[in-house]
Nanobody
Framework: QVQLVESGGGLVQAGGSLRLSCAAS????????MGWFRQAPGKEREFVAA????????YYADFVKGRFTISRGNAKNTAILQMNSLNAEDTGVYYC???????????????????WGKGTLVTVSS
């Protein structure tokens, strides 16, 4: 009933930027928090960033260090992740997620996440 579709991934050189977009659709979509997780090859899934429905609250993983910015589209059914100063460790599949915010999001346990996108691949060369 709710679908999340990511776009914007691709190949970029270290130091470059990418802009990821997640579009949510479905008549059952509520005022969910939307965010991004990623999974690098051989590593576990980790939290990247999230933004509340009202855009009044944003949450970031420590490794972002001001490089990434999450925002919400005007229709509130889109989550944008602007990634700057990318490095090789940012390589991975980035997944859009929607649900109810809890601190569990920081641990990428899946708790509080109701919907997942299929992911978009980000490859940073160096």
């Amino acid at each position: 009933q709710v679908q999340l579709v990511e776009s914007g991934g691709g190949l970029v050189q270290a130091g470059g930027s990418l802009r990821l977009s997640c579009a949510a659709s479905g008549r059952t979509f509520s005022r969910f928090t939307m965010g991004w997780f990623r999974q690098a090859p051989g590593k576990e899934r980790e939290f990247v960033a999230a933004v509340s429905w009202s855009v009044s609250s944003t949450y970031y993983a420590d490794f972002v260090k001001g490089r990434f910015t999450i925002s919400r589209g005007n229709a509130k059914n889109t989550a944008i992740l602007q990634m700057n100063s990318l490095n090789a460790e940012d390589t991975g599949v980035y997944y859009c997620a929607a649900g109810d915010w809890t601190s569990d999001w920081y641990h990428a346990s899946g708790l509080g996440i109701y919907y997942w996108g299929k992911g978009t691949l980000v490859t940073v060369s160096s």
